[in-house]
């Protein structure tokens, strides 16, 4: 059992990307620690910390709920692609460890469904 993300267009046969659940996990927690915090210092994450006091355009993703929730607007959509195309890079000059290159082929897969939605104007879905 994992998780998918695609775009909510009623189309099935649109792309998806997908995750077991500890993959996205750890996938959420690397993109934290880009953005200077640590997931499990959040709330909802096992922290107190609000996210009121954590400023990324990756928020919307990072404090989403793993089974449901609400989908993420197209608008959402295009915070999270520019953020994410910027760690991308970073992420590839950094080389590294097999497990930032799987989460940098993630961010891949996350960016073409991201175009995806902004470009038929649906939102993100989560299964």
């Not at 695609?6 to 099935?12: A, E, H, K, L, S």
């Not at 994450?45 to 993703?61: D, I, K, Q, Y």
């Not at 915070?79 to 590839?92: F, H, K, N, P, Y």
Request: glycine share 10%; with cysteine; hydrophobic share 40%.
């Amino acid at each position: 059992m994992g998780l998918v993300l695609f775009p909510g267009d009623g189309d099935n046969s649109s792309p998806a990307v997908s995750w077991s659940y500890s993959g996205f996990a750890a996938f959420r927690r690397r993109l934290a620690e880009t953005e200077g915090f640590a997931l499990s210092e959040m709330w909802g994450f096992g922290g107190e910390r609000p996210w009121s006091e954590v400023s990324t355009a990756l928020e919307p993703l990072l404090d989403h709920p793993d089974d449901g929730g609400d989908d993420l607007s197209p608008a959402e959509c295009e915070s999270i692609l520019v953020r994410l195309e910027a760690i991308t890079g970073q992420w590839a000059r950094e080389g590294g460890d097999q497990p930032l290159q799987q989460h940098i082929e993630d961010v891949r897969q996350l960016a073409d469904i991201l175009r995806l939605c902004i470009k038929k104007n649906v939102p993100l879905a989560f299964l």
